[in-house]
């Protein structure tokens, strides 16, 4: 199914299961409990823990773009927890990219190296080198989060499982709209349905998406038992907003492929990193497994002080640590701790009319 029908389906998804009289958007169920006489059986709705008929209908719209069963979760690093305590025991090893979200790095050494995990760490364009032996999962995240380097996922992905071992992607910075890892060969797709699909800035959630079974029900029961379940209110927001995230998604990386050529030529910008600059590094491995280019762009200053001026001395721009919303935001990355240079700044660009936007832009700029 193409990404158009998909979209296309995805708007009268609810509308295929209802009776007369049944609202067309979807009611928001806040219950903790359920009637339930008698036994317990499949498919009926039990406790709020486990149960819930919202998560029902965002897991269904996930599903359907995904091509995938899901599983949602309050957050995206629910969603990573709920993959990794999937797959990993005690004695097992892991590798993770060493410049792609610090936080997935964090959980990895600070917690599951403490249950007899070995955690390695190698940088995002290593990982199209192969040496995948002797790991029992190993995490791609492309086009990584700051730097936009990208992996080659059908050849990861099939030398992963030759050596034994489970893929998980984080497709965030892309969604299932711009690159599709199951596709690919990937194991377990993870996301942060806080970015593009959610894309308000209003709801924190995240889910797995896989087409194993055994991998799905591991997901499945670490939820239930370790209670990582998302709020039915924001459930029903997420659900809200994937009705829009195609059209919003192509808005967004049609700006952002305007906006990083105009980058590219303005004087105080001394380097641009973007997937759909034809010489970008990470072109074309992009262009063969990407359907659209992304919105964010990585772009260098000259030092912090630009960056922070830029950041803060440009109207159409928010100040923030996350992305994929409807504005355009931007955050000086090396102020976690991100290997960046100290003037790098990770745009993420909106939905807002792309002239206004790029002339915001360059008066910021100009007045470095």
Known sequence: MSDEKRAARLQHLRAEGLAKGDPLALPLTMASMFNLPGNPEPGVAGYGRMDNPVWDAVEEALALIEDAPVRVFPSGMAAISAALFAVLKAGDRILVPSDGYYTTRLLADRYFAKLGVEVVERPTVAFSEGGYDGFALVFLETPSNPGLDVIDLAGACAAIRAAGGVSVVDNTTMTPFG???????????????????????????GHVATRDAALLDEVTQWRKLSGAIPGPFEAWLLHRSLETLEVRFDRMCANAQVIAERLADHPAVGQVRFPGFAGDPAHAVAAKQMTRFGFLIGLTLKDEAAAEAFINGCAMLAPTTSFGGTHSTAERRARWGDDVAPGFVRLSVGIEPVDPLWQALDTALSAL
């Open 179 to 205: 690159q599709r890892p199951l596709d690919l060969g990937a194991d377990l797709v993870v996301a942060s349905d806080t970015k593009a699909p959610g894309g308000h800035s209003d709801v924190l959630m």
